[in-house]
């Protein structure tokens, strides 16, 4: 019996392990989110990084919520819907909302690390496009989350 099949039954458990997977698909997504945006606009670059991001969630997240059933296609195919909605259509309905609507997240951001001296190394660009990268994120937790757990690995 495995660590994650003890715990398996605590939601507790699958949430924790949920978000440490989470913060390193996160730290992959950032870092190639970060690099594309310098040669590339924001959206495509989006569309590239979670791409990448989805492969290693796929196979991470398998292990936390353990499906009863090994059905690997039909998961595969269940978790590209629900992901491909999270990442195409959630966050980049986000980003666009909060990079040209509204914009006042990224605006407190800025001033927030002006203000506390965060660092000198990042510029209004820099800060802005990760504020709206790091709501759309956290919009995606939410929805994969559900999404996973009650649909995807059932």
Known sequence: ????EIYY????WQVTLFSIVGVINTALDFTIYN?????????????CST?????FSFTANFFIFQPSALNTPNQATKFII???????LIQNVVIY???????????IACALIKKF???????ESFIS????????????????FFWYRFYVYQ
């Open 1 to 4: 019996m495995t660590l994650i």
């Open 9 to 12: 039954p605590s939601i507790t």
């Open 35 to 47: 690099l594309l945006t310098k040669k590339i606009p924001r959206i495509p670059a989006n569309i």
């Open 51 to 55: 791409s990448i991001a989805m492969v």
């Open 82 to 88: 629900v992901t491909a909605a999270s990442l195409y």
């Open 97 to 107: 909302l909060t990079t040209n609507i509204w914009t006042r997240p990224s605006t």
């Open 117 to 123: 001296s965060v660092t000198k190394k990042w510029n």
């Open 129 to 144: 496009k990760n504020t709206v990268k790091l709501i759309a994120t956290g919009c995606s937790f939410a929805w994969n």
